[in-house]
Antibody
Framework: QITLKESGPTLVKPTQTLTLTCTFSGFSLSTSGVGVGWIRQPPGKALEWLALIYWNDDKRYSPSLKSRLTITKDTSKNQVVLTMTNMDPVDTATYYC??????????WGQGTLVTVSS | QSALTQPASVSGSPGQSITISCTGTSSDVGGYNYVSWYQQHPGKAPKLMIYDVSNRPSGVSNRFSGSKSGNTASLTISGLQAEDEADYYCSSYTSSSTPVFGGGTKLTVL
């Protein structure tokens, strides 16, 4: 059974760096073809893909946010970490991590709401 | 990469069938058979309903089906039920080796 869970701060101040951790079970990020992605959803708005990392450490970023994002993995801990710098109120959203199946999200975590406010 | 185009809303009566379209380009929807559909109820995480254009994960009702023609993918829900009322999103693999989502469609069951 594949499960994922996001963790991190619920409130960050503008200009701060956000660090989110995705802890998963039921699969290994050392298995060929496996990936984990991050997606966000501002309140009342659509899903937006942010970043993904594959078993071979191949990393992909949203072109519009690439300069602010870093994704890393810790295979031994079954974790993937996303950092986003220079947070702004427009970055307020629910952030999801997901198991990537055939290059697209399959299983999703429950999501974590991050509010950016001073 | 631009978001895939979906209608903002669709509606149907119980028992009817509805179709939601998802239009992209030859660099995403038209170029690959990697299109997924997600159902999202308010306050919940998205749930995978269709993958690889037309495949249903285990446990998803066979009332949900997917197809693709050219640069447009479609999700059809037959025998509409009240519980189908939700937001639906499509997603496609792209030539940049990254995913892209649609803008979402709100399904209302009348």
């Amino acid at each position: 059974q594949i499960t994922l869970k996001e963790s991190g701060p619920t409130l960050v101040k503008p200009t701060q760096t956000l660090t989110l951790t995705c802890t998963f079970s039921g699969f290994s990020l050392s298995t060929s073809g496996v990936g984990v992605g991050w997606i966000r959803q501002p309140p009342g708005k659509a899903l937006e893909w942010l970043a993904l990392i594959y078993w071979n450490d191949d990393k992909r970023y949203s072109p519009s946010l690439k300069s602010r994002l870093t994704i890393t993995k810790d295979t031994s801990k079954n974790q993937v970490v996303l950092t986003m710098t220079n947070m702004d109120p427009v970055d307020t959203a629910t952030y999801y991590c997901a198991h990537m199946a055939d290059y697209l999200p399959g299983y999703w975590g429950q999501g974590t709401l991050v509010t950016v406010s001073s | 990469q631009s978001a895939l185009t979906q209608p903002a809303s669709v509606s149907g009566s119980p028992g009817q069938s509805i179709t939601i379209s998802c239009t992209g380009t030859s660099s995403d929807v038209g170029g690959y058979n990697y299109v997924s559909w997600y159902q999202q109820h308010p306050g919940k995480a998205p749930k995978l309903m269709i993958y690889d254009v037309s495949n249903r994960p285990s446990g998803v009702s066979n009332r949900f089906s997917g197809s693709k023609s050219g640069n447009t993918a479609s999700l059809t829900i037959s025998g509409l039920q009240a519980e189908d009322e939700a937001d639906y999103y499509c997603s496609s693999y792209t030539s940049s080796s990254t995913p892209v989502f649609g803008g979402g469609t709100k399904l209302t069951v009348l």
